[in-house]
């Protein structure tokens, strides 16, 4: 390329039969030229085009990924028990207190400002216990977790006569968590989750086992209050 742009500029040098082609060449040299800037300016244009694909792509998964409001989960996540007292099938009676860990789970790029929760236990539909979350909050991306303990006593129900005779007695735990949460700081959203466990208290053992998520209905809609 250089040798054709010198050749370019010195037109009429050699006068020896080669002139003519020279001038072919130099005028080919000189459109050369001009392909070459065209082939430069299409270039920027392409670097231009990708650059606002890149930058919107960008956008994209930032308000995909980042900006996505994400229902915070609330559960429990394991339970033991203490003070345990059972009666017999013929005369049916259970009390103990529950240590349980709860967990706030919180997949926003935001924190997640919880109020004061109540978690009610029940036993066939019966409320047997329930305990208070004092409100806090869930940073972003991660999870709060906390101990309660709640006293259960399960005497009021007919039924538990023969949940004693089987030696598993179902529990269930629920609880409507109200909250904020703060995307990048500065979009404020209200945001609710529902607790909606499920768990069985094993007599003869006076263990808990089987810790399960219901499925809710509500736990993924509510965005107001
Ligand atoms: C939350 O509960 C704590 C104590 O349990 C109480 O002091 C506080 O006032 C409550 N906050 C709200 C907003 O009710
Ligand atoms: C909790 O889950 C049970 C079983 O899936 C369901 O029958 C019940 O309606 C749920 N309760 C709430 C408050 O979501
Ligand atoms: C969010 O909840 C707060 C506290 O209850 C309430 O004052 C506010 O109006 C709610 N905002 C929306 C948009 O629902």
Not at 74 to 95: D, H, I, W, Y
Not at 130 to 153: C, M, P, Y
Not at 189 to 202: A, G
Request: charged share 20%.
């Amino acid at each position: 390329m250089a040798e054709k742009e010198q050749q370019a500029t010195h037109p009429m040098a050699p006068t020896n039969g080669y002139t003519r082609s020279d001038a072919e060449s130099s005028s080919a040299a000189h459109g050369g030229a001009r392909h070459q800037r065209k082939k430069k300016r299409n270039k920027c244009l392409l670097y231009i085009v990708l650059f606002a694909i890149f930058q919107a792509a960008v956008i994209l998964i930032f308000v995909l990924t980042i900006m996505r409001l994400r229902t915070p989960k609330f559960r429990v996540r394991s339970a033991a028990l203490t003070n345990f007292n059972a009666g017999t099938p013929e005369n049916p009676s259970l009390t103990a207190a529950m240590n349980a860990e709860l967990a706030v789970r919180n997949a926003n790029f935001g924190r997640y400002k919880y109020r004061n929760t109540t978690v009610e236990f029940l036993y066939r539909g019966t409320p047997v216990g329930q305990v208070i979350v004092r409100g806090s909050r869930a940073n972003w991306r991660s999870t709060r977790k906390f101990e309660v303990r709640a006293d259960l006593n399960l005497g009021v129900n007919s039924e538990l006569g023969n949940d004693l005779r089987a030696g598993i007695v179902p529990i269930t735990s629920q609880a409507r968590m109200r909250g904020r949460v703060d995307l990048i700081f500065v979009m404020r959203r209200n945001r609710s989750t529902d607790m909606n466990c499920s768990m069985e208290i094993v007599v003869a053992t006076q263990q808990i086992r089987n810790i399960q998520l219901s499925s809710s209905p509500f736990s993924s809609s509510s965005t107001k209050s």
